[in-house]
């Protein structure tokens, strides 16, 4: 298993980083895959995100996505079983990809109680592109072929970014909540 990174939003709620270690070639096939689902579904959904993205059953309405689903969900299973110390496998709930152009941003929100936990994979990054922030202090400047883990009810942003961002995103679902799955918190900074 990769080495994973776990960072604390409010001193208790981890947010865990790690790569897939796709090859350069594995992650422009990727993106060539966003960008040719963008050009087929050009109308954006509606959402905190602020730049495209498409539906958020993406993975129902396509199966050109099935291949780096499986690895993010793997890994994802990978670290949380480690970290919660389960056997389970997560489900995925919801998945959809973005492409955040110059000054388009995501405002301040989560995903609870919609699901258990939400990943963002990044298959291309420019130097200049915009962290992703979880108030009231941490900020995580994704890399190429970077994974970030939260829970769903973790609050997140992006503000409006210089470099364009490429990314797929998810909800994921344990079959079975262990008793240190996250539960809602109110935000404050």
Partial sequence: MQEVDIYYVK???????????HSSEE?????ENIIKYRKENPKSN????????SDYLTHDLTRCFDDINRRIMCECDNILNKFNNTNDRLLLHNMWVNIYEKGD???LHNHFPRCD???CYYVDIE???SPIKFPPRLEIFPKNDMIVLF???????????NGKRTLIAMNLDYPKR????????????
């Fill in 105 to 107: 941003r995501t405002v």
């Fill in 127 to 129: 130097e200049n592109s």
């Fill in 27 to 31: 992650i422009k096939s990727i993106k």
């Fill in 178 to 189: 262990p008793s240190n799955s996250p539960t809602y918190f109110e935000y404050s900074q």
């Fill in 11 to 21: 001193g208790k709620y981890p947010v865990f980083t790690t790569f897939l270690n």
């Fill in 46 to 53: 509606e959402s905190n995100v602020k730049a495209w993205h």
């Fill in 151 to 161: 829970g769903a009810n973790v609050y997140h942003e992006v503000p409006p970014t």
């Fill in 117 to 119: 936990y939400s990943c």
